[in-house]
């Protein structure tokens, strides 16, 4: 189950999507520097941002960004514990992507990234 948030231009067209859900990351996949301030619970409730897609006509004019940044703005604004926004890249092109956007990969599963939640909540004061 994933709510999904749409971006359509002022003339209809559909520039692209992405869906957010409620996942949960196992705590020895994630790196020691992250799991020293977490409790030792199993599993640590995160946000997964699915599916961030542009459309191919109109991708290299920032709205990839503009995606992410709502997206990043709706999991800081949400009332649900998490500690981080997942993300599994498809492919090494969307990899690069989110580490531009300073995600991190899990250590032993490159093309799954996060981005801790306290640093999502700086680049919103």
Same mark, same amino acid.
């Given at each position: 189950?994933?709510?999904?948030?749409?971006?359509?231009?002022?003339?209809?067209?559909?520039?692209?999507?992405?869906?957010?859900? !409620?996942? %949960? @990351?196992?705590?020895?996949?994630?790196?020691?520097? =992250?799991? +020293?301030?977490?409790? &030792?619970?199993?599993?640590? #409730?995160?946000?997964?941002?699915?599916?961030?897609?542009?459309?191919?006509?109109?991708?290299?004019?920032?709205?990839?960004?503009?995606?992410?940044?709502?997206?990043?703005?709706?999991?800081?604004?949400?009332?649900?514990? !998490?500690? %981080? @926004?997942?993300?599994?890249?498809?492919?090494?092109? =969307?990899? +690069?992507?989110?580490? &531009?956007?300073?995600?991190? #990969?899990?250590?032993?599963?490159?093309?799954?990234?996060?981005?801790?939640?306290?640093?999502?909540?700086?680049?919103?004061?």
């Amino acid at each position: 189950m994933a709510a999904p948030f749409v971006l359509v231009l002022h003339d209809g067209s559909v520039a692209g999507y992405y869906t957010l859900s !409620s996942t %949960a @990351v196992r705590l020895p996949e994630l790196p020691a520097a =992250a799991v +020293r301030k977490l409790p &030792r619970y199993p599993l640590i #409730p995160a946000t997964l941002l699915g599916r961030l897609a542009v459309d191919q006509r109109f991708q290299g004019k920032g709205y990839g960004r503009f995606l992410l940044a709502d997206a990043l703005h709706r999991a800081v604004r949400s009332e649900i514990a !998490s500690f %981080a @926004v997942i993300v599994d890249a498809k492919d090494e092109s =969307a990899r +690069r992507f989110y580490e &531009r956007e300073s995600f991190l #990969p899990l250590p032993d599963q490159p093309m799954k990234l996060f981005r801790p939640m306290s640093d999502i909540e700086a680049l919103f004061r």
